[in-house]
Every structure is written in C-alpha cells, then in structure tokens.
Antibody
Framework: EVQLVQSGAEMKKPGDSLKISCKGSGYDFTNYWIGWVRQMPGKGLEWMGIIYPGDSDTRYNTSFQGQVTISADKSIAAAYVQWSNLKASDTAMYFCARRAPSLAFFEYWGQGTLVTVSS | EIVMTQSPATLSVSPGERATLSCRASQSISSNLAWYQQKPGQAPRLLIS???TRATGIPARFSGSGSGTEFSLTISSLQSEDSAVYYC??????????FGQGTKLEIK
C-alpha cells in the first residue's frame, strides 16, 4: 500500500527556520516525483514545486522560487520543504503528493502538515 | 502560466439529483486534466485523470468529460457524502501545474 506520511503540525515565529518532511512507503520512492502543494486557510490549492528523488531534479513554481527549498533523501525515502525566514503569510497547510508514473497528476497524497507562523 | 477557472463557486443540489461542475483552461491542455475531491480536514483525493478516467475505487456516478479548454465533472445521483470542494488540475504545461480555485458542492 502506497503511503505518504508527513511530519506533525508546527508553530513558529516570524524569522524562524523550518523543515517539514514527507516519508513514502509501499513503493520505490526513488522513481516517482514528489510534489508539494500549499493551501492557505480557507483557500484553494497551489502547486509549489516537485522533486525527483532519484537525482534530486527539482522544479519550482516561480511564485515559490527563492521562498522555499525542496529536497529529498532517497536513502530514507523522505522529501522535504524548508524555509529559512518564515513569515506570517507562510501560515498554511502543506501537502506532499506522489505524481503518477508517466503523467503529472497526483495519485497519492500525504495527510498534510499545518504550519502556523505567529508572533 | 495556464489559468484554470472553475464555475460555479458554490453549487447546491438535492440528494439523488445530478451536479455538473465546470473547469475552463486559459489555453488548450489537451486531455491533461485531473479532478480532486477535498472534504473538510482531509487531503485531496484523486477522482479523475486524463479528463475522463476514473481513479481506482471511485464510484461510477463520477464522470469527467472535455478536452482542449472546456471540461466538466458530473456527479449523478448525489449522495450526502459527496459534499466537498472539487478542484480541477491541469498537468499539460509546467511549471507550474495549476489548480482551479475550486467549486464547493453542497447537498441540500
């Protein structure tokens, strides 16, 4: 069974750094792209970026480029998104999702990680 | 960037009736469109890919159609559990692969 399990909710202050994770199991993690999707409170889904754990090829939505860093560690089947300088506007639910093998829709989703940034 | 526009924003339909949700792309995306269902407090769930192919385990009352720039998701014989927000998602041109803003489906 394919599973994506994300790290727990985080409460941070503006200016803090943060790294959240997504661990895959039940499939060959190395060979499937993992994407990240933001959902701000009460809002829709935003495609942030995507990484191929096999070679760490990473593509960003230009809206998120420079604001976050997406990475992966294939040795432990984990993908990450990190911030170095959190803002209140980063408050959101963040989902990881596995892309389908040959087409770019998301077949499987993690449960989400809620990030709250408040002073 | 391809802009995806969903309509209506909110749809209220009685149980047993049919609901039709629309999604328009700002340029042709062929059939590279997916639909997701999101219930409160849950992650999105894939319903349809390739504009019309149901994902594994999705009931036959969910159907998708369209190509190019105009797409629709039809839910026949609505049930209370279908109450959710539905998002379309184009994966034809990246980055980014963009989502529509969502349609909230309410069951009367």
């Amino acid at each position: 069974e394919v599973q994506l399990v994300q790290s727990g909710a985080e409460m941070k202050k503006p200016g803090d750094s943060l790294k959240i994770s997504c661990k895959g199991s039940g499939y060959d993690f190395t060979n499937y792209w993992i994407g990240w999707v933001r959902q701000m409170p009460g809002k829709g889904l935003e495609w942030m970026g995507i990484i191929y754990p096999g070679d760490s090829d990473t593509r960003y939505n230009t809206s998120f480029q420079g604001q976050v860093t997406i990475s992966a560690d294939k040795s432990i089947a984990a993908a990450y998104v990190q911030w170095s300088n959190l803002k209140a506007s980063d408050t959101a639910m963040y989902f990881c999702a596995r892309r389908a093998p040959s087409l770019a829709f998301f077949e499987y989703w993690g449960q989400g990680t809620l990030v709250t940034v408040s002073s | 960037e391809i802009v995806m526009t969903q309509s209506p924003a909110t749809l209220s339909v009685s149980p047993g009736e049919r609901a039709t949700l629309s999604c328009r792309a700002s340029q042709s995306i062929s059939s590279n469109l997916a639909w997701y269902q999101q219930k409160p407090g849950q992650a999105p769930r894939l319903l349809i890919s390739g504009a019309s192919t149901r994902a594994t385990g999705i009931p036959a009352r969910f159907s998708g159609s369209g190509s190019g720039t105009e797409f629709s998701l039809t839910i026949s014989s609505l049930q209370s559990e279908d109450s959710a927000v539905y998002y379309c998602h184009q994966y034809n041109s990246w980055p980014p692969y963009t989502f529509g803003q969502g349609t909230k489906l309410e069951i009367k």
